[in-house]
Structures are given as C-alpha cells and as structure tokens.
C-alpha cells in the first residue's frame, strides 16, 4: 500500500502528518479534515437564486453541530439546484477546502461528508493523469477522481467514510452515495415538487412545504428493532439511503430510479465461502495483525489531537493496543465509569491503559448526571432510536472531545469477528430442537415461562461465585427466557428473527401493520452457514442503523469526528475469508482479536464475559424516572396522540413497577418514541 511507504512525522498531540514531495522541494501534505452536514434541494419547477439560497441556508443551518466553522450554497437557478453545506475545519481555514466545491472543469459541483483515507495515494495517481490540484483537501481528490473515472468507478476506489451529493451539470443529473457500512447518514425524498436531501431529517423542516406524516409500517419496525431499519424512515415519502448504493437521479425520473450498489456485504460474503484463508491459526493472526495496522495508521493521520475510546473489552483495546504500537507518543483513550458495580467497565479499562502506557482519562458519572442526558435525546437522534446504550455513548464523546478532536472507536468487531454470545448459542440450541416436532416445541414455549424474572436474577446471581467468569451474565433470567422463546421458532432464520425482536407483536401495541424487513424476511441471505447469515445480517442492519447511528449522532452532536478502523473494507474482506472456527471457538467469539490482542496486553485483563455499554434503565424506571415514565405513557396521552394501544402499554408498565418482569427494554422503545413525538411536535 502506497500509504506505508510515505515517511511519518509525528506530532506532539499523538497525530500522524506525512510528508510529500512536491514541485519546489519537500511539500507538507496537510489534509483538511472535515467533520460535515450536507444538505440540498432539487426543485424540479426552476427557482429563483433567492429561494433557492434561503431554503438550503435554512436546512444547512439546522445541522450547524455537523459543522458549526464555516457554512457554504452553492445555486443553479436554471436547473432549479442548490446544494448547502456545514464544515468544521479541523486544520486549515482557508478557502481551499470550502464547500460545496466545483470541480476543475466546471462539470461537476459536491457537497460531501466524511473522509477519503486514501486521498494521497489516488492523488499521486491523479496527478500522474494530469491532474492538477489548488488545495490539499480530500474533496478536491474526490472531484477530480470523479472527472477521471466517473462517480461509479470512483466510489469503488475510496477507502473511507462518506456522504455525497454529486451535482453534474452537463447531464442535469444528481448522484447520492453513501460509504459501504453507512458510517455517515444520508436522507432523501420528495416534498411537494422538489428533491430533498440531508444528512439529517431535521434538515428537512427548511423547506417550507415539508410536512412529515409518520410512517405506521416504519413505526412498527421501530417497534421490534428499537430503531427504523434502510431503507425505511419513520417519515412517509423520505428514504435512508442503503450502505454502499448510490442514486442517480435526473428531472426526468424524480426519484423513482432504484438505488444501485457499488459494494456489497453479502457479496463479500458469498465470495468468502469459495475462498477460504488457508493458512494455519498463526499465520492468519499474522496476517490480521498487519491489517488492522494498515487500517488502524490510515485513520491515526490528522493534524489535530487524536485519541481512542477504550471500554476495556476486545475490540476498543485492540485498536488502542495497535495505536499505541505506532505511536511515539502516549496515546490518549477516554473511558465513561459508572457508580453501580454491574454497569461499570472503567477498571479493566483503566487496567489495559496502564499496561499499554496511554494517556488515560477516566470519568465517574453520577446518576443525575446520566439522567440529564436522556432530554437531549430526540433532538440528537432525530429519529425514534433507542439503544439505552446511547447515554454512555454521549457521555464519552463529551469527554473525549475535551482533549481531541478525532476519536477511534472498535465499532465493527463484533460483527465482523463473531462477536454476540448469540453466534455462539443459537446454532447450538437449534440443532437438537429441529429434531423435535414443531406442536412439542409450540406447547413446551407456552408451558415453559420463567416466574418473576427478578426473582430469578437474585437465585442464579448466589450460583456465580460458582461459575467460570465467562459463564456469568448481567441479566441471566433475560437470557433464559429468550432460549424458552426460542422453541416456538420454525427455522434457524426464524431464530434469529426472535433474538433481534424487543416487541414481537407491534401490532398488539400499536395500530400497525408491519411491512417485511428488508432484509431479515426476503430471503437476501444466501449463504450456507447460520452463524455466517446472522453476522451478515447485524452487518446489513444492526450495524448501521443502530451501532454506527449510536456513534455518529453522539459524537458530531459533541463535534468530533469518529473513526471506525474495523469498518475498513479491506480488513472486512479478510475477515469474512476466515473460516468460523477462527472467530468463534469453544463457545468463545471473536477467537482471532483476542489472539491478536494477547501480542500486547496480557489476557487477564481482556478474558471476561461480554457486558455491553449499558446504564441500569431497570431501576431508574421505578426510581428517579418514574414521574417521566409516567406522563409519557399516561393513558389518555397515548389516546389521544392515536399511535399506541394504551391498554397493553400499561399492563407492561404496571408488571414492571410492580417487579413481575424486566420490560425496561421494551419500555425504552416506548418511552423514546413518546419523548421524539414531543421534539418534533
């Protein structure tokens, strides 16, 4: 790789700059960093100059925490177009780097998001076509890629992160593209007679004749998944574009043009099971140590202060350990600690750091503290979402962006490297239960109901002083129930259909009827193993839209810009080629990192059960949140607004306070929708 052999030069705040040769003698290539919202319209009638501008300032404008240094329009009246954009400059001011950007020959027009990692390198080979550059930025790179191979091609050779809206005014043709695991979001629909698009919806309410209309099929998606999957929004009319597709529309066809794919996870996939690593365990932990440093050093180069998120689990302490094995410097990680003992992972987290000599920052939030995020909630997810793990999420980039301004995350580990206890259990509880008759298994799930999951929790929690560590578990009784549920299903997909489901009714909630995932119920997953069909599936849908979400909004709402090194599409391909046992082995997932992992941090600091990033929302629903709880699902609110059934709403509530079940993660889904209903009014 091109990018290994230019010379590093190191900076004081742990960064990486590289050096260049340039015209007159030794060049510093400085890269213009953006942390970005993008934002436009399309009016498919013509506009004024004026119109135009005022509505994409108003939509740009309102994603300001994207990017609160510096804001650009660009307008073309005649075609009816203006693109808007919001920029944090990380380095350099100077309008060089400022969007939207017009190509070279005047052709093309772009507002994007993100990072190109591989910029210097299609750069020298752009420059060798005859390229010439007036800036150093990465945007300039993405333009002139675009004049030399076109927006298809293009998108194929960038190694990155990204959201682009590609204007092309000779053909009269706008091009949407989103990078490959949906790191960075992109919006889009028709409002009246015009194109919108965004990075988030908020942007939307710019435009004078947006007027949304939820979406009962996304809502009772949202419902089961706690979150609306692509390419569904909760609004009628407006699309998430899907992971590593791009859209090119003209005024002729509007958006009726079907998204089209320029990199696929499930074609990876099926690429890998013909073309298996055939090599031994050593040389594929060889192999995967190089290239996670490959990814790993392409996303340590910036010109600010760069650190890491460290929990203390596999994958942030994997990509801190192979920071730290680059850097002069000590790198600096960040880690969110919590008063209740079962929540909190900032002692092994702080363990790992000592060992590997970062410089470490570690905060013990109150619970006051955690609550007094959940109001700023709505306005930051801007669609229903609710991962109770967001909170902490938050509370991190708040914490990180004290000190940096780039922070790298593991995102991405768990699905790539079999991860989930749930890869693990499931193909192994399916094999003896489809030998049973399907009308025994139906009468065992009915019989088989756990008595007061809290009740439950307390008996198997005086066993675990027994029990090997990575055997105990936070919520054991939670975990039991789901396998009792489990015997119900009619396929290996039908299990894992059960395991991502919160609600498994909406409609018995809610006044829905559910539309097909899709890709959960359409039979996209064409691959021979279960295990293999359920990470490829939390690729295509967990992954984005709750993980990298999760990360996205809590990060630029802080602005800082985050980096996903597992989510290089390289080190994907690798690991997808690793056989099954390489990942998951002796009912243990993600064998290979921790492998890895033991080159540089000893194992007692690592080898322990999965706990997740969560907060204790079980017991603040009956503590401090409860007057909140309450006026949310209050009765006739819930008549009154018309989305919920308020009768089956409070029976979960009522069997909650009362400690007859766990329902806080159903709840939550409840509750964050009623909070988002408020936000937008």
Known sequence: MEHAERAFVEQSDGSIHRDGVGRRGVLRLRRIDDMCGIAGIWSFRGGTHAELSATAQRMATALAHRGPDDAGVWVDPSAGIALGHRRLSIVDLSPLGHQPMTSASGRFV??????????????????????????????????????????????QRFNGMFAIALWDARDRALTL???????????YGLSGDSLLFASELKAFRGHSSFRPRIDRSSLAQYLRYAYVPTPRTIFEGVR??????????????????????????????QRAEDHRFGGSDEEAIAELDETLRRSIRLRMIADVPLGAFLSGGIDSSTVVALMQAQSLRPVKTFTIGFHEAAYNEAGWAKAVAAHLGTDHTELYVTPDETRAVIPRLPAMYDEPFADASQIPTFLVSQLARRDVTVALSGDGGDELFGGYTRYAWAPTLWRPLSRVPAWARDWAAGVLRLPSPGIVDRALQ?????????LRQRTPAEKLQKAIDLLGAKSQDDVYFHLVSTWRDPSAIARVQEAPHEVLQNGALPLRSFTERMMCADGMTYLPDDILVKLDRAAMSVHLESRAPMLDHDLADFAWRLPTDMKIRAGAGKWILREVLARYVPRALFERPKAGFGVPVGPWLRGPLRGWAEACLAQDRLRREGYLEPTAIRETWAAHLAGRTDASFRLWIILMFQAWLEEWG
């Open 177 to 187: 593209a989103r990078d490959r695991f949906g790191e960075k979001p992109l919006y």
């Open 240 to 269: 998430k574009l899907r992971p590593g597709a791009s859209i090119r529309i003209t005024d002729k066809d509007g958006v009726a043009q079907t998204p089209q794919s320029f990199w696929s996870l499930v074609a990876v996939a």
């Open 110 to 155: 772009l507002t994007y998001n993100g990072e190109i990692y591989n910029f210097e390198s299609l750069r020298s080979e752009l420059a060798g076509r005859g390229h010439t550059f007036r800036g150093h930025s990465d945007t300039e790179v993405l333009l002139a890629a675009v004049e030399e191979w076109g927006a298809s091609a293009a998108l």
């Open 462 to 470: 005086r066993i675990d002083g027994f029990l090997p560590e990575r």
